[in-house]
């Protein structure tokens, strides 16, 4: 069995999150697990191995008392996995300036706020992993999505600069990158599109078919999220991750097909898949 380690996750109320630290403590290490709502995580306090915190990512001050309450208890942070975050949908043109900022607030600028508050710790300890879970929306932008899509490339574009700049200090950056996944993340985003259908506007039409690419195509091989928490335990414990994970079937083929097909043919495709006759 691996070494026991201190981790800390982000996002736990519900899928990715929290199947990430009931993995992690069957495995165990001892888990800190997190959310905005501390009585949203049902039940996972019972954990020997786990203890929750509340922790808003878009608040520094819930952030600082997060990592004290961490390090108070377990005098280290081995890792930290960056899952929280949500799903903005709807055209460039049709979403608002505010729910441009609160997607970036919270997928983007709240992952960088976890990370600047651990790292001091890992650094001094001379080592430490930062999982950050991004999205095939992260290598590939999907219409109606920008928000969401643009929201995950630049956590990748971070995790790439951050992986180098840490690496003196023996901290590891691990990418996660799942396709469908079977949360109430998905069920949160239909709910979304299902209120753009009601909203009149020169894209009603396009968003019926949107729907029905999100009901046929994105849940076809959709894995449940005890997949992607194996995945990012595994990374955690290991001595020589990798900086990318690529999690489902649809993860694995169109994430490559990004650097082989033009962006002609890309968009060919995504206007096939929705409906869109130019």
Known sequence: MAARQVVLVTGCSTGIGRAT????????????ATARNPGAMHG??????????????????????ALRSVLAEAGRLDAVV???????????????????????EVN??????VIRAALPAMREAGGGTIVNVSSIAGKISIPFAAPYCSSKHALEAISDALRLEVAPFGVRVVVIEPGPIGTEFGARARASVERLLRRPGPYASIYGNAEKAMNTDFAAGMLPPENVARVIVRAIESPH??????????ARTFIPMKRVLSDRMLDRQMRRSLGMKK
């Open 108 to 113: 983007v600028f709240g992952a960088v706020a």
């Open 82 to 104: 960056n899952n929280a975050g949500y799903g903005q949908y709807g055209a460039v043109e049709e979403v608002s300036p505010e729910e441009w900022r609160a997607q970036y």
């Open 241 to 250: 991750p990798k900086t990318r994970y690529k999690i489902t079937r649809m």
């Open 21 to 32: 630290v009931l993995e992690a403590a069957a495995h165990g290490h001892f888990v800190f």
């Open 44 to 65: 996972l306090s019972r954990h020997e191995n786990v203890r929750t915190l509340a922790l808003d990512v878009t608040h520094s001050a819930s952030i600082a008392s």
